[in-house]
């Protein structure tokens, strides 16, 4: 039994496998196209596991893909490698539509390929699971309930736009040609291992090193942030137990603004690792908005706790706390991640703000 999973040197991806190695011995391959996302960095504790096998590739390359199922015959596929960050959509969508939607696509018929030549028991038992986003349904007004899985799907940026093409592809590899599918879409993650792209690990990493912590806009868009754990053991409980063909909803019922966040961060960080300058959130900047920029988004995450036992094992206080602790341990990681093209993609994204 081997499990194959895409996307697992990046943020969720990585801290599914160390997650799933935890666990179970059951073997992981891990194919991963290494883009400035993917971090092998992340996944050194595994060095000479033979559980975990690291394939190099991208979900585009069908022949690499066909002889990556042959050979290893995995009874389930995790989709986690997408282009993620959203103002690099904004920028740049061609990337997004290439391995989102085209990579997804491929990635599909590669397993349905491997799963049509499957004995009747390993048929039924195979499984394809989607990881998407909560970003599919598109902005909710403040009092408007939160998104169900029967949310109508409506996109507002390339990667959402993206994301909702790959859930469709999904869902109609299901009903046309049965393949075993599931989908989970989750809320915003956070936690170890996150690129610093992103609000949280950014805001962190600014910090530390006395510079500006941009917030866009008024900052009081809403986001459900979920500690990255919570979401890999809710992917394990749908891989396990999930109806196939169904979608579930993942989220912390923690929506908070953009502006607590950084506050709550900027807090730990006076506690945790004080400055000489005084409170960190003298460094906070209001910038230009994100283009198109999302208001609110909220999981109602009914489904999967009514039907899979789920539950978040974390508060946002507790997972706050190790996420900021985490980064005060690893300077290193931080230091690597930093290159040359992650100092470019500084200047695109905040200089014109
Ligand atoms: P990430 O950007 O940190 O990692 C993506 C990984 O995919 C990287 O390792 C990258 O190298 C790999 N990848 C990219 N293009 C590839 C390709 N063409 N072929 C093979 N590998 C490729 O992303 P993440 O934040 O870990 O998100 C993982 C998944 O979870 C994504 O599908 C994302 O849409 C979804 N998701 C993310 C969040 C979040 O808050 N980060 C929330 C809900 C859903
Ligand atoms: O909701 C799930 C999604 O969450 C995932 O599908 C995406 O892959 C993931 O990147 C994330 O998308 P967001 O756009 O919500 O995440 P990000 O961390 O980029 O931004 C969170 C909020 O913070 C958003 O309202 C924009 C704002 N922000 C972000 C950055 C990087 C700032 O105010 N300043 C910043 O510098």
Request: some cysteine; glycine content about 8%; charged content about 20%.
């Amino acid at each position: 039994m081997t499990i194959l999973i895409t996307g697992g040197a990046g943020f969720i991806g990585s801290n599914f496998v160390l997650d799933w190695l935890a666990q179970s011995d059951e073997p992981v391959v891990n194919f991963d196209a290494l883009t400035y996302a993917g971090n092998l960095q992340n996944l050194a504790s595994l060095q000479g596991d033979a559980r975990h096998v690291f394939v190099q590739g991208d979900i585009g390359d069908r022949a690499l893909l066909d002889r990556l199922f042959a050979e290893r015959r995995p009874r389930a596929v995790l989709h986690f490698a997408a282009e993620s960050h959203v103002d690099r959509s904004i920028y740049g969508p061609g990337a997004f539509i290439k391995t989102n939607v085209e990579g997804t696509f491929t990635l599909l018929e590669a397993a349905r390929a491997h799963w049509n030549g499957l004995d009747d028991a390993a048929k039924a038992a195979f499984r394809f699971h989607h990881v998407s986003t909560d970003e599919v349904y598109g902005s909710l007004a403040p009092d408007a309930p939160a998104f169900t899985e029967t949310h109508p799907y409506e996109p507002n940026s390339p990667y959402s736009a993206s994301k909702a093409a790959s859930d469709h592809l999904v869902r109609a590899w299901h009903h046309t040609y049965g393949l075993p599918v599931l989908t989970t879409n989750c809320s915003n993650n956070y936690g170890p291992y996150h690129f610093p792209e992103k609000l949280i690990p950014l805001m962190i990493v600014n910090a530390l090193a006395g510079k500006p912590l941009p917030i866009y806009g008024d900052g009081l868009q809403v986001r459900d942030w979920l500690y990255v754990g919570d979401h890999c053991s809710a992917i394990r409980a749908v891989l396990a137990r999930g109806r196939v063909g169904e979608v579930y909803n993942i989220g912390g019922w923690n929506e908070m603004p953009n502006r607590d966040i950084v506050h709550r961060v900027c807090a730990l960080l006076d506690e945790l690792r004080p400055s000489a300058e005084g409170p960190y959130t003298r460094l906070i900047t209001f910038v230009k908005d994100r283009p198109g920029h999302d208001r609110r988004y909220a999981i109602d995450a009914r489904k999967i706790e009514r039907e899979l036992s789920w539950r978040p094992a974390e508060t946002f206080d507790s997972g706050i706390r190790k996420t900021v602790q985490w980064y005060l341990d690893h300077a290193d990681w931080v230091a690597n991640v930093q290159s040359g093209g992650y100092r470019d993609w500084l200047a695109t994204n905040y200089s014109a703000r």
